[in-house]
């Protein structure tokens, strides 16, 4: 899990390297992701998952659209806003799915609930940076809070595809990542066909390993990780990605959070940790 965590805490900076607009980067993912995993899946024997029919087959379809527009919004975001920023705002995707499950399963939200809610909207307000210098003078750049806005998107998409995910059964883990390859791949082939290809070069090894190290690889990981340790262990260890991608961000392009934005990841972590706590017997 902690390997995992540090190699998807990379994927902004193969993002920025491979320079690429976020559609052809989101079809190369899913090209060399489908690769790394048919390859995988052949390797142990688990091609047979991939076979889905009727509601799994909807579900999976429906949560791999989500997934996709949750990658092309992050990968949009990172140029608007930074690595470190647009990791940690579109982490907030436990609330979305909290919110969701209320309003639409009907789930009882506790007090302790409504209070992580509150401390992790207070964190986010400060791990943006939007209180300090010249946010709070209204002249912030508007890419900026539209690169925050499209991060609040992308965790509303991811937390609708957990919602489906829960609803739909029979769908596992690897099937699921195949599935969202595959779609991504067919539904966008024509983008970079339309937009041109990038130009051969080092470009093509960065999109490379968004495939088969960040989905191969780290899926790969995260389910091996999630399959061995308790619940309470996968939800800690899985705040290695966004707290290593502020530090990479910070080491590889000099974005430093300040002390408040510090603050706020903390209370974001401390909020969505406590969502992820399974509740006392």
């Known amino acids: 899990m902690v390997a995992c965590g540090l190699l998807l805490a990379t994927i902004g900076v193969f993002v920025e390297e491979a320079g690429q607009d976020p559609l052809t980067t989101v079809w190369f993912r899913c090209a060399f992701g489908l690769l790394a995993l048919m390859v995988w899946g052949a390797a142990t024997g688990r091609l047979g998952e991939l076979r889905l029919r009727g509601r799994a087959l909807l579900a999976a379809l429906a949560a791999s659209l989500l997934i996709l527009a949750n990658w092309a919004l992050f990968f949009a975001a990172i140029s608007r806003t930074s690595i470190g920023v647009a990791t940690v705002v579109v982490h907030v995707h436990p609330l979305w799915l909290m919110l969701l499950g209320a309003w639409w399963l009907r789930e009882r939200i506790t007090r302790l609930q409504i209070a992580a809610v509150l401390l992790a909207l207070a964190g986010l307000t400060l791990a943006t940076g939007l209180l300090e210098g010249d946010a709070s003078s209204g002249t912030y750049d508007k890419s900026y809070a539209i690169g925050l806005l499209m ?37 966008l082939s024509g983008w970079p066909l339309l937009h041109g290809w990038p130009a051969m070069g080092p470009a ?32 800690l260890l899985q705040f290695v990605y966004p707290a290593a991608a502020v530090l990479i961000d910070w080491g590889v392009y000099g974005h430093a959070q300040s002390p408040l934005q510090l603050l706020g990841i903390a209370l974001m972590g401390a909020a969505l940790l406590s969502l992820r706590r399974p509740a006392a017997r």
Do not use: D
């Open 204 to 235: 093509w090894g960065w999109l490379a390993g968004l495939g088969i190290i960040h989905t191969g690889l780290a899926y790969v990981l995260l389910y091996a990780g999630m399959a061995r340790l308790p619940t309470s262990r996968v939800a």
């Open 151 to 187: 991060c609040l998107a992308g965790a509303l998409c991811y937390a609708s595809m957990g919602l489906i995910v829960k609803l739909a059964r029979g769908i596992s883990s690897f099937a699921l990542a195949w599935w969202q390859c595959l779609v991504g791949t067919v539904l």
